[in-house]
């Protein structure tokens, strides 16, 4: 299959919603062969380092496979291990993005721990602006989102359109549940950030991410009560 080039947004929007039904009951790895396929080296995947799985789909649907990663300055020091072991093991290409200001111009132009008395303006800052200039030259990307996360991802579908980027969106693991991603990490023993077995259900900056506590979602431990849910990547 020919790759898709120059195609403008309108064509892109059309092609992302007849795939997102055509692509409902695919697998995951077969979603990943089409996008690849339609966008060529114009197709990326990104990833928070929480875990390599959609990573690793990536490449073995194309190897070689850019997967870009957001280094906001606050990470932890096992998230960044994550992705310098992921650089290493699997055949991708690892890109890593940083803001336009170091944590520390940050602070000197807007305080101290923005992250505690804005987080949306602290994540606007650091992921989503970053990850918009770092998809400039891309028409699709790929996410690790999954339905059963949370209530604002349920209706994910697995291949949509991006209307704020104008890009093509994939996810091809969104109809998984964590059982199945459970399954393929065991598998195929993929990569994961060593805090999942250390009482974190989601990994995040480490200003903002928390240890879960008995009975709470996975998701519970990000922005803890602060009432924030997303970090603006997605919505």
């Known amino acids: 299959m020919t790759a898709v080039r120059d195609a ?18 695919s697998s995951a790895l077969d ?17 928070s380092m929480e875990d390599a799985v959609v990573a690793h789909l990536a ?30 093991v699997l055949d991708v290409h ?20 923005l992250y505690q008395r804005d987080p949306d303006l602290c994540c606007s800052l650091r992921k989503v602006a970053p990850l918009e200039e770092g998809l400039t030259g891309y028409d699709a990307w790929a996410t690790g989102l999954r339905r059963d996360e ?5 209706g994910t579908p697995v291949v949509g359109w991006d209307e704020k980027r104008q890009k093509v969106k994939v996810s091809p693991i ?4 964590q059982d199945d991603v459970d399954a393929y990490i065991a598998e195929h023993g993929v990569l994961t950030n060593p805090l999942l077995s250390d009482g974190y259900g989601s990994v995040g900056c480490a200003p903002c991410t928390r240890r879960l506590l008995a009975g709470e979602d996975a998701r519970a431990g990000r922005w803890a009560g602060s009432g924030k849910t997303e970090c603006g990547l997605h919505g």
């Not at 336009?100 to 602070?107: F, H, K, M, P, W």
Request: proline fraction near 6%; hydrophobic fraction near 35%.
């Open 8 to 25: 403008g947004p309108a064509e892109l929007r059309a092609l992302a919603e007849q795939a997102g039904r055509d692509l409902e009951d």
């Open 31 to 47: 979603i990943l062969r089409w996008a690849t396929d339609t966008f060529g080296d114009r197709f990326c995947v990104t990833s």
């Open 94 to 113: 690892v890109i890593t993005l940083t803001p336009r200001q170091t944590v520390a111009e940050q602070d000197a132009e807007h305080g101290p721990k």
């Open 59 to 88: 490449s073995r649907a194309r190897p070689g496979v850019d997967v870009v990663f957001l280094d906001t300055g606050y990470h932890f020091p096992e998230t960044i291990g994550t992705r310098d072991a992921v650089e290493a």
């Open 150 to 154: 949370s209530p604002t991802r349920a």
């Open 174 to 177: 969104a109809r998984w549940t």
